[in-house]
């Protein structure tokens, strides 16, 4: 999965009517959702859904890093490990991706006017 299928992936909430967690949240940004605590109850269920799948392909990506690492370390041994720009960036984009995600959920959780249903 590269990090453009990653970061454009569209997931199908069909029971919330919301395909991307991005959509939600514009649509519906937390300061301005008022009391209506299902919106905030579905922010923070896609905030979780979103944060387990970013979890989880910088897991991946942590992985492939060391992979690439040891590969490169067992070749040359006296060589200094080069990193793959391609990994690098797809790790920061999915970290970057992960501190959008925490940052809609604690201003959601922060809005003292959103109630849980």
Same mark, same amino acid.
């Given at each position: 999965?590269?990090? =453009? =299928?990653?970061n454009s992936e569209v997931r199908d909430y069909n029971e919330l009517n919301? /395909?991307?967690?991005?959509?939600?949240c514009r649509d519906y940004q937390p300061? /301005?959702?008022?009391?209506d605590g299902n919106k905030k109850d579905l922010i923070l269920r896609l905030c979780a859904a979103d944060a387990a799948r970013g979890q989880a392909?910088?897991?991946?990506?942590?992985?492939k890093r060391v992979a690439h690492a040891k590969a490169e370390s067992e070749e040359d041994p006296g060589l200094f490990v080069q990193e793959d720009p391609k990994l690098e960036a797809d790790i920061k984009e999915v970290t970057d991706?992960?501190?959008?995600? /925490?940052?809609i959920r604690d201003a959601c959780n922060a809005n003292p006017k959103l109630t849980s249903a």
């Open positions: 999965m590269s990090s =453009t =299928t990653f919301f /395909k991307d967690l991005r959509i939600a300061k /301005k959702i008022g009391s392909r910088l897991q991946e990506l942590e992985e991706f992960l501190a959008e995600v /925490k940052a």
